[in-house]
């Protein structure tokens, strides 16, 4: 099958297309060639070129795809990260090297006031911090966030096979 690597206007990877969706995309004005590189399709006429990377011409607001929330998707969106304090793992405290055990899972709204395991609710935070917030939350512990934790947005892309040479470019491989 000869697939089309779709961007969105801001030039990010959103999608692996059919030719078919692609001449269609191309019809209708709705994308732009990003390269120079192309596939040959027969019609019943006459053979058509279809670059392998299109360009949306205006941008799609893509949804969050396939988030579940877990423990380990908390720290990981938040990359080992303290929410209060801002230390990280692999960083020196008190002589000694933090690593990814030294952080926890803290409620900014206490389980035992209702809290729920959500994205919203949960952040990565030092067992320092953690302790000293204890069963309260972060306004009444007098402890301030440096950022809100929201649902992170999944955008991966799986592409397999032989991956064109223009492609290379905009994916992250």
């Known amino acids: 099958m000869v697939a089309v ?3 969105n206007a801001s030039y990010e990877p959103l999608a692996v297309i059919p030719k078919q969706r692609a001449m269609s995309l191309l019809a209708r004005g709705r994308v732009e060639a990003v390269t120079d590189e192309t596939h040959k399709v027969t019609g019943a006429s006459r053979i058509f070129s ?3 990377v299109l360009r949306l011409r205006r941008y799609v607001n893509v949804p969050m795809r396939g988030a579940r929330w877990s ?3 908390v720290f990981h969106r938040d990359s080992y990260r303290c929410i209060f304090c801002g230390v990280r793992a692999g960083d020196k405290r008190k002589g000694t090297i933090l690593t990814r ?3 926890t899972l803290d409620h900014l709204i206490p389980r035992s006031r209702g809290g729920k395991n959500s994205w919203g609710n949960t952040a ?3 067992a320092p911090c953690n302790q000293r917030k204890g ?3 972060p306004d009444e512990a007098g ?4 950022w809100e934790p929201k649902i992170p947005r999944v955008d991966y892309l799986v592409a397999s096979g032989q991956i064109p040479e223009a492609w290379k470019f905009y994916l992250p491989i």
Not at 143 to 146: P, V
């Open 71 to 73: 423990r380990r998707a």
């Open 135 to 137: 069963d309260r939350t």
């Open 143 to 146: 402890m301030t966030l440096l």
């Open 5 to 7: 690597l779709l961007l």
């Open 101 to 103: 055990q030294d952080f």
């Open 124 to 126: 990565c935070a030092c």
């Open 50 to 52: 279809v670059p392998t």
